[in-house]
Structures are given as C-alpha cells and as structure tokens.
C-alpha cells in the first residue's frame, strides 16, 4: 500500500512529555514524520505534524485516539499533497512591535501583501506586563516586488503607531 | 573540471582536517579545481577542502562577487586560506547560512561580526586578515568545516528574535542556541 501524507494538528494544554508520547505513538503506530511545527502558544501547547502513513485517516486517527485522549488533547487530521524538498528561502526578516491591541497582524500583514510580501514564517508574542502589553512580530518572507516597495508599506504601518524594521536577508552559501 | 560536492549525512564532513604542510605544485593544483567547484556552485561564496574530500586545512572564500554586498562594505578579494587560524572575534550578529554540503535547507546562525584570522598563501606565505560582516561570517563558516562542524551544529531557533540575541552580545565564542522551548 502506498503511503500517503496526512498533517495531524494537536492542541492541548502544556505539560511535560507531549511530544515524547505523541511521536513514539506515531513511531509505533508505522508512521513516518515529514516537517512539523511544534511550539507552546500561551499555556497550551500546540503540534502540526507532517506525517506518511500506510492507511487511512481514519486508522490513523485510531493510532493516536489514545494518547491524545490521555494528555488531553484536541486531535485533527487532515490528508494533503506532502511536497517535501521544496522549501522556500525568504529574502526578508520583518519585526513589527508596538503596544498591544487589535489589528495590528491584519493591517500590517494587508499592507505587506499588497506590497509583494510572501509570507513564509510568522510568529508572534505578547510580552511586556497585564497591564501594559506590547505586540512582537517576526515574519520572514519573499520580497516578490523589491524590499523598497515593502519599506514603503511599513511606512505607513509605523503611522498607525507600531514600530518597524525590515532587514534583508542574504544567505550565505559556503 | 571541478570536483563533486560530499553531501552530508555523508559523515566525512564530521572529521577535523589536518594541517597542510607540502607547498608545492600539486597543493597549486587542487586549489586550482577547488575554486571552479567554488565557482560552479549557485551563489556559492566559499568553499572547504572537505566539501570535496580533501581533509586538509584549505579554504576558499570570495564574497566580491556578490549582488547584493552592501555598498559600504569591505572584502578582501579571492582569499585562499591555507591552514587558517581565527585569532581574534568580536560582535555578534545573526544571519541566514546555507550550505552547497547541505541542500535544500537554510538556517539562521549566530556568528561573530568582526574577525581576525592569519593563514598561508600557496607558496606557503603567512598573511594576517581582518574581516567583517558577510565576509567574516563565510570566513567562519569555511573555518568550521575543517574541524568537521557544520552550520547545522550552530543553528539558532526560529524564535531567536532581534529582542533575545542582545543576551549574546557580550560572548565571545560558540554561542549555545537558546532554547526557546515549552515544557513539552
């Protein structure tokens, strides 16, 4: 039977041991793991698995329903293309930082795009104190229409009070 | 003709290259071919002899071809770099590395900003260099090849942001990566 790629998605409330259980679960189970993101948002802890499994999404489901049932977990699945080997390299490393409110992801991450911005990493964190939060991004990406025309657009974000700072990213191969 | 590029998980890329000690017309020869390999490759700005199978202390880095090199910033030239010793670091600075060694995969690595480093010429010369910026960091990341060390060992977190590497500010040498993880 040929394998097939699934991305599993698992969400649940941090502790200790998440991912040792829940890769030796796919380990055991026959599955072999593809490119994943594994990080704690919050107090939850957070797991998006490339994974090249033999069945269906339905027995692989049943390969993890236990340990996700045990550490709490939500489980999704979802069957898609794979595509390894074809990682983009980003041209540009983006941070955007300002005290918190709404929007600032939407309106600057719509200003980029139409400035020729390829997303291909984004992360952000809350920090500063509960009262007084501030709002950090970091986006790597492609510049399809020149870094000048993203300065541009950043700009115009920094009006909206948030401070910005694009550097370009020029990879060194040795 | 230029020579094959080992690739890892090919382990050789893990062993410390000896030191060269024959100056002669053959040394000539190989450094010859090693900077066509150098040449050969997609925007590749240096070279080690291990990349080839060679395991001894040669070096080749050329960063003055490079499209984007900002302006402002110094290079040396073609610098074959022949048992290369870094005597003196300074900054540090995070940047994007890729590696001919290792296709298919960038990563983001901290290294220092300025160096000083001596080395010999193919006629058996010592010379001493400075360097800084893009040049320095190919300089470092050739020099770690010869003592079997790849970009992959130095590899920062994809959260290493801009706020937390001012922690690495004040170190020296062989930064650890910072965690940057849950308890999970």
């Known amino acids: ?124 964190d809350v920090g500063g104190t509960e009262d007084t939060p501030i709002y950090i991004v970091h986006i790597e990406g492609r510049a399809n229409e020149g870094a000048v025309v993203l300065q541009s657009a950043l700009d115009i974000i920094k009006k909206e009070g948030v401070e910005t700072q694009l550097t370009p990213i020029d990879t060194l191969v040795g | 003709m230029s020579f094959d590029i080992i690739k890892y998980p090919d382990k050789c890329l893990k062993q410390v290259s000896a030191p060269v000690d024959t100056f002669d017309f053959k040394l000539q020869g190989f450094v010859t071919e090693l900077e066509k390999t150098m040449r050969a490759g997609p925007g590749g700005v240096g070279i080690a002899a291990p990349q080839v199978g060679c395991f001894q202390r040669i070096v080749i880095v050329d960063v003055s071809d490079m499209r984007k090199l900002p302006a402002n910033s110094s290079n040396n030239g073609c610098m074959v770099l022949i048992n290369p010793e870094i005597i003196e670091w300074d900054g540090m600075t995070m940047g994007r590395e890729g590696c001919m060694s290792v296709p298919d995969f960038t990563g983001n690595v901290i290294r220092a900003e300025k160096i000083a480093f001596t080395a010999f010429d193919v006629q058996g010369s010592q010379h001493e260099f400075n360097s800084e910026g893009y040049e320095a960091r190919a300089v470092q990341h050739e020099v770690d090849h010869l003592d079997g060390m790849l970009f992959l060992d130095r590899l920062v977190s994809r959260r290493t942001d801009l706020f937390k590497r001012k922690v690495y500010k004040q170190i020296k040498e062989s930064p650890l990566p910072e965690s940057g993880e849950g308890q999970a």
């Open chain 1, 1 to 124: 039977m040929n394998k097939r790629w699934y991305m599993i998605t698992l969400v649940g409330k941090d502790r200790p041991g998440i991912v040792a259980h829940v890769t030796h679960a796919l380990y055991e189970g026959g599955c072999h793991l593809g490119e994943t993101s594994m990080m704690r948002l919050g107090t939850s802890f957070t797991m998006m698995m490339m994974v090249q499994y033999a069945g269906t999404a339905k027995a692989l489901q049943k390969v993890l329903q236990g340990e996700a049932e045990s550490l709490d977990l939500h489980l999704h699945i979802d069957s898609i293309e794979g595509g390894l080997h074809h990682h983009h390299q980003p041209d540009v490393r983006i941070s955007i930082y300002g005290a918190d409110r709404p929007g600032i992801v939407a309106h600057a991450t719509g200003a980029l795009t139409e400035a020729g911005l390829d997303i291909l990493d984004l992360t952000s």
